[in-house]
Each structure stands twice: as C-alpha cells, then as structure tokens.
C-alpha cells in the first residue's frame, strides 16, 4: 500500500495546509501518519478556522478533522520515523513551523532522505519552505541550491507582520521564508499572478499556501500515480 508521512508543527498549522492533504490522501487508499516534533498533539492556527478569514465551510472542515483525527490528536514522534518507510513526507504549513519543524533536524534528515531516495518524495507546502533553507543534502551543499520551487511569498508576508516583524498574535516572526530560501539558492517563483502555485523539481514538490492544498494535493497524488477514489 502506498504510504505517505504528514510532519506538523506543534505551533499552528494552516489548517486547510494539513487537512487537505490528509483527507486526499485518505481518500485515494493512502496509508497516512501523522507526526510532531515531539509526539504531541499539534495547535491549529485560529486564523485558519476563523470563518471570517477562511469562510464557515473551510473552517468547519478543517476543525472536523482536527478535532476528530485519531492521527492528529495523538501523532508520533518525528525521530522515530524514517523516510525509507514511506513512498511521500508531506510538510505542511502555517507560521508555526519556523519554530519548530523548520530547524528540526529529525524533519530536515527526513526530506533530504525523502528527495534523495530512490522512490519518495518530498512535499513542502507554505511556511514549511523555510526547511529548505536549513537542509543540506549528502554532499554538504543545500537541498534547494538551484532547484525551482514555490511558497509562502514576501509580498504576502508584509501583509501579515507590523514594521517589526510582530505578527497578530504578538509573536514575533524570527525570518521570511522566501529570503532564507533564495539565500540558499533557490530558485524562487510563487507565481503570484495564478491562482494557485505547485512547483515539480525531481521529488521535490513544493506547495504556494493557502488555495493551493487542493492542487498540491492532486499533484501529489499525481506524482504517486494514485488515483483518487470519486467522492460518494
């Protein structure tokens, strides 16, 4: 059966950046688990199921999932997983993870074994992009060094964050994806004039953010040559 690993942040994940990976992969027959950076259960962004931000269906969606998922109400430990386990590591997004999963060295092992191994891939969606900036491949030279990818883009990021970088919330946001990404060389184009963003290079797919899960989703099951089972 075909596997897929989903590594969430314990900080706030983008909802919809999560549940709609996950449901899709259910969907389609896709043996899916879940893990964090230390096995517990993972906060959603309140943005991302605010229905005056997202509309009262995505949020009630996403909480659905969220609050019901066996997988993400008791995930597993990230240093107990190994990429050799799975045919696809999906990282999603939401500002939480440039606190944690970014820099985690546990989640950077698993996409560079994921890119680099002979049959998975790795899926990088939104704010997780930043991971790219801190993983290098075998060799010693970063994963992303001249590879096409997508993101969360800084012109969404100005909108977000005061002149200070402090974010809604009050936290205060530590680095912009996009500059660690194209410090590192990458080649960076969030397509901002489409409607939705989903960038193929090798077995790294890259995702834009939020309204592009759907694609990033069917282009990951695409890539996994696994059809999706027709909803009833």
Request: proline share 5%.
């Amino acid at each position: 059966m075909t596997s897929a690993l989903l590594v969430v942040t314990e900080h706030g994940y983008w909802g919809e950046e999560c549940t709609t990976p996950l449901t899709e992969l259910d969907d389609a027959g896709v043996d899916v688990t879940v893990a964090t950076p230390s096995g517990a259960a993972p906060e959603v962004d309140e943005m991302s199921v605010d229905p005056d931000e997202v509309g009262a269906e995505t949020a009630e969606r996403v909480l659905e999932v969220h609050e019901n998922d066996a997988r993400l109400n008791d995930p597993e430990p990230l240093a107990e997983q190994s990429a050799d386990d799975y045919d696809a590591v999906v990282f999603p997004g939401g500002h939480g993870t440039v606190w944690d999963v970014n820099q985690d060295r546990h989640a950077r092992t698993l996409l560079r074994d994921a890119v680099e191994g002979e049959a998975g891939l790795g899926v990088v969606i939104c704010h997780a992009a930043g991971i790219l900036a801190h993983t290098r491949g075998s060799d010693g030279s970063f994963l992303v060094e001249g590879r096409d990818v997508t993101g969360f883009p800084n012109a969404w990021e100005a909108d977000i964050v005061d002149e200070n970088d402090v974010m809604p919330d009050g936290r205060k946001l530590p680095y912009w994806v996009q500059d660690e990404v194209e410090a590192v060389g990458g080649n960076w184009d969030a397509e901002l004039d489409a409607e939705a963003s989903v960038t193929v290079d090798g077995d790294l797919v890259t995702v834009r953010g939020p309204g592009s899960s759907e694609a990033g989703a069917e282009r990951l099951l695409e890539e996994l040559r696994v059809e999706q089972t027709a909803a009833d």
